[in-house]
């Protein structure tokens, strides 16, 4: 079945630095990305679509600057989270719709200290 | 009013118990209704789908649809330990420009007893 490779699945980064979290589709081409968001007991809150060889669309609210999203190919999209702050620890999750749903990422824990 | 209503639970069963997982949404836009399985700090995992009202099984698992009262369901039947984990509905509908529109519900948590 169709898997996305999400990495890495825990980071744990001093404040103002920056991370990328990867998301790799490993047996199909991901033209669309969707990167999301979840607090605990949260919903998964979209952040933002990136699209291969375009610039990502983001949801309203979301600080484009502050999470910059590549999709250079068709297999590998990328979020990165640049001057983390604590308030941005949270669970990021991609996912790569499918005929039927989509398939998620398992995940990436960020923890800014 | 939320779009997608779904109580976060936790739910916790016995063993072999019948589970029944709800929601409710207000757009009627909404055209392809899904399940999500989420264990513990993993991405969800797409379990039921679902397009327009009606029943769909799959082993132990049935999703209903009632789109006329705009609440839908999972049943999980012969419920075991393994199936303790957080619910996710999920719904989607068109949008102009060809993209969809897709909402989760918040979840809710399962925990089956052994």
């Known amino acids: 079945g169709a898997v996305v490779s999400q990495h890495p699945s825990r980071v744990i980064c001093k404040s103002g630095t920056s991370v990328k979290i990867e998301c790799r589709s490993l047996d199909f081409q991901a033209t669309t990305m969707f990167w999301y968001r979840q607090f605990p007991k949260k919903s998964l809150m979209l952040m933002a679509t990136?699209?291969?060889?375009?610039?990502?669309?983001?949801e309203q609210g979301v600080e484009k600057d502050k999470f910059l999203i590549n999709h250079a190919s068709l297999t590998l999209s990328t979020l990165t989270v640049t001057s983390a702050h604590p308030e941005d620890s949270s669970f990021y999750i991609c996912s790569a719709p499918r005929m039927y749903g989509y398939t998620f990422g398992s995940g990436t824990r960020l923890t800014v200290v | 009013q939320k779009e997608v209503e779904q109580d976060p639970g936790p739910l916790s069963v016995p063993e072999g118990a019948i589970v029944s997982l709800n929601c409710t949404y207000s757009?009627?836009?909404?055209?392809?209704f899904m399940w999500y399985r989420q264990y513990s700090r993993k991405g969800p995992e797409l379990l039921m789908y679902t397009y327009s009202s009606g029943n769909k099984e799959d082993g132990r698992f049935t999703a209903q649809v009632d789109k006329s009262s705009k609440y839908i369901s999972l049943f999980i039947r012969d419920s075991q330990p393994s199936d303790s984990a957080t619910y996710l509905c999920a719904m989607s509908a068109e949008r102009s420009g060809g993209t969809y529109k897709y909402i989760f519900g918040t979840g809710t948590r399962l925990k089956v007893l052994a």
């Open positions: 757009n009627s836009a909404f055209q392809y």
């Open positions: 990136s699209n291969e060889g375009s610039k990502a669309t983001y």
